[in-house]
Nanobody, 123 residues
Framework: VQLQASGGGLVQAGGSLRLSCAAS????????MGWFRQAPGKEREFVASINWSGGSTYYADAVKGRLTISRDNSKNTVYLQMNSLKPEDTAVYYCAAGWRDGKLTDVRDYGYWGQGTLVTVSS
């Protein structure tokens, strides 16, 4: 599967952005989808994931209540709605696809990655 992330940009603290990740190739519903982020000088970290049907979602504690993951299987697209953004949310955001069902929070759970989209939150 090929993944193409988009929607990043510069936003002031407290603002909102919506990231999108379009998938092509194998059937989209075969995959659990996840979002990760990587800030300069830091390791890539889990942000959120959603199972194939959209019925189960998981979030990192740092983003709970502010970021929402969703998917539209008819459009082969996963989204990350980002509200109440903070400067510490600044990072390159990556979407990823994993074969297994369940709570996938480790980078090793995912076999396919998009190219990343930069989110910068100014204070």
């Amino acid at each position: 599967v090929q993944l193409q992330a988009s929607g990043g940009g510069l936003v002031q603290a407290g603002g909102s952005l919506r990231l999108s990740c379009a998938a092509s190739g194998r059937p989209f519903t075969s995959y659990t989808m996840g979002w990760f982020r990587q800030a300069p000088g830091k390791e890539r970290e889990f942000v959120a994931s959603i199972n194939w049907s959209g019925g189960s979602t998981y979030y990192a504690d740092a983003v709970k209540g502010r970021l929402t993951i969703s998917r539209d299987n008819s459009k082969n697209t996963v989204y990350l709605q980002m509200n109440s953004l903070k400067p510490e949310d600044t990072a390159v955001y990556y979407c990823a696809a994993g074969w297994r069902d369940g709570k996938l929070t480790d980078v090793r759970d995912y076999g396919y990655w998009g190219q990343g989209t930069l989110v910068t939150v100014s204070s």
